[in-house]
């Protein structure tokens, strides 16, 4: 079964500054899709940014962007520009090429401070 | 509707008594699934249906755990005797086909056994 561990339980930024959120991942597959989403305290989960496991390029939506290690099997967060409003539970989550449901991690709780 | 719609948002049950929740998925989607997220964890994949059918129910912790979605459209967890290990948020997702397509989380029912 696939695994995701991310190790920082509480992260912290200071509003307009840069805070970068950790994931490893384990798997046996080639092809596979990761995600970041994020849940605030209404419980909803929001997708922040996805990335295929094909693709070289690493993926970017807007203030956020991801470093994809498919080798070391390591996929963080980068938010640039912290706003109040990010704020939230982060959860990195992977799911198979073919199949249909998401193996989330543990999540990483963002503060951003005034 | 514009969203994933859950209810109830909160549900507070004695041990032993069972309980309904509801999912209420964007219409039109296909695919449904619900995930169990017990305090300060991340989602655990628990079922999924495509239409009404019922393709993978591997994650139901045990037989006191039924889902359905008779009609393809909306799905009933159904948690018989309840005990306080089942105490978590149920949250449904659903989304427009099988494969790659955007998945809409609802905001979930915080389900307590006391």
């Known amino acids: 079964a696939q695994t995701v561990t991310q190790s920082q339980p509480e992260m912290s930024v200071q509003e307009a500054e840069t805070v970068t959120l950790s994931c490893t991942y384990d798997t046996s597959e080639s092809d596979y899709y990761l995600f970041w989403y994020k849940q605030p305290p209404s419980r909803q989960m929001i997708l922040v940014i996805r990335?295929?496991?094909?693709?070289?390029q690493n993926a970017t939506e807007n203030r956020f962007s991801v470093n994809f290690q498919k080798a070391a099997k390591s996929f963080s967060l980068k938010i640039s520009d912290s706003q109040l409003g990010d704020a939230a539970m982060y959860f990195c989550a992977y799911r198979s090429f073919t199949g249909n449901q998401f193996y989330f991690g543990t999540g990483t709780s963002l503060t951003v401070i005034p | 509707g514009a969203g994933v719609s859950q209810s109830p948002r909160y549900k507070v049950a004695k041990r032993g008594q069972d309980v309904a929740l509801r999912c209420d998925p964007i219409?039109?989607?296909?695919?449904l699934f619900w995930y169990q997220q017990a305090l300060g964890q991340g989602p655990e994949f628990l079922t999924y249906f495509q239409n009404e059918a019922q393709l993978d129910k591997s994650g139901l912790p045990s037989d006191r755990f039924f889902a359905e979605r008779p009609e393809g459209s909306v799905s009933t967890l159904k948690i018989q005797r309840t005990q306080q290990e089942d105490s978590a948020v149920y949250l449904c997702?659903?989304?427009?086909?099988?494969?790659?397509?955007?998945?809409?989380f609802g905001s979930g029912t915080r389900l307590t056994v006391v």
């Open positions: 990335q295929e496991a094909y693709k070289q």
């Open positions: 997702a659903s989304t427009r086909g099988t494969g790659d397509y955007g998945y809409t």
């Open positions: 219409s039109g989607h296909v695919s």
